[in-house]
């Protein structure tokens, strides 16, 4: 079975320049996670999924950071523009979810972003 | 205060030690309990997924919750190389299923 699927592995751009990245997440997984993570820290949630309904994104810097689910699957994280503090490993995880409370997840490889 | 502390190390050990890895947390609500393992430059890999107090055991991994004094462990018996990552707490619970993490704890095993 694959796991949670990232794109694209790495990627520098230039600050004021928008970036896009990609999650595919396990399949039947109703819960969808971005998180962010900084260099000797634990990832943090920038927002969660329940299909295609952000549920909690409450951490989600809504004046550059956006995110959609389209058709509770596929899942697209974007930054416009970016500012050299965004540079970070982003983060997607898939979990059962469906409001059980299940939240065994499951991480991709990430996203590093670098940001000069 | 946060609402999960883990110490972040770094943990040094031999071969064949026997490692604990702890946090501690502050939420009562908490009732899913992982542990994650992260090498370098790749994704936390899940390890251990127990929900609430109590042990489980697979393989070489031991995980303990002890809700009444909010901490939670993790035994690798007979540690190995391979083994050298950072180690990830992570819980959740309440009507917000977000996970919450550690720092996270570098553990390195020297043959």
């Known amino acids: 079975e694959a796991g949670v699927v990232q794109s694209p592995r790495y990627k520098i751009i230039e600050k004021k320049q928008p970036v896009a990245f990609w999650c595919n997440p396990i399949s039947g997984h109703n819960t969808l996670y971005w998180y962010l993570q900084n260099?000797?820290?634990?990832?943090?949630?920038?927002?969660?999924?329940?299909?295609?309904?952000?549920?909690?994104?409450?951490?989600?810097?809504?004046?550059?950071?956006?995110?959609?689910?389209?058709?509770?699957?596929?899942?697209?994280?974007?930054?416009?523009?970016?500012?050299?503090?965004?540079?970070?490993?982003?983060?997607c995880a898939s979990s059962p979810g469906g409001g059980r409370g299940n939240t065994e997840a499951f991480f991709g490889q990430g996203t590093r972003l670098t940001v000069v | 205060?946060?609402?999960?502390?883990?110490?972040?190390?770094?943990?040094?050990?031999?071969?064949?030690?026997?490692?604990?890895?702890?946090?501690?947390?502050?939420?009562?609500?908490?009732?899913?309990?992982?542990?994650?393992?992260?090498?370098?430059?790749?994704?936390?890999?899940?390890?251990?997924?127990?929900?609430?107090?109590?042990?489980k055991e697979d393989g070489r991994f031991t995980a303990q919750v002890d809700k009444s004094s909010k901490y939670i462990s993790l035994f690798i018996r007979d540690s190995q190389p391979s083994d050298s990552a950072t180690y990830l707490c992570a819980m959740s619970g309440g009507s917000n299923y977000k996970l919450t993490f550690g720092k996270g704890t570098l553990l390195t095993v020297n043959p």
């Open chain 2, 1 to 55: 205060q946060k609402e999960v502390e883990q110490d972040p190390g770094p943990l040094s050990v031999p071969e064949g030690a026997i490692v604990s890895l702890n946090c501690t947390y502050s939420n009562s609500a908490f009732q899913y309990f992982m542990w994650y393992r992260q090498y370098s430059r790749k994704g936390p890999e899940l390890l251990m997924y127990t929900y609430s107090s109590g042990n």
């Open chain 1, 39 to 91: 260099l000797g820290q634990g990832p943090e949630l920038l927002i969660r999924y329940e299909n295609e309904e952000a549920v909690d994104d409450s951490q989600l810097p809504k004046d550059r950071f956006s995110a959609e689910r389209l058709k509770g699957v596929d899942s697209t994280l974007k930054i416009q523009p970016a500012e050299l503090g965004d540079s970070a490993v982003y983060l």
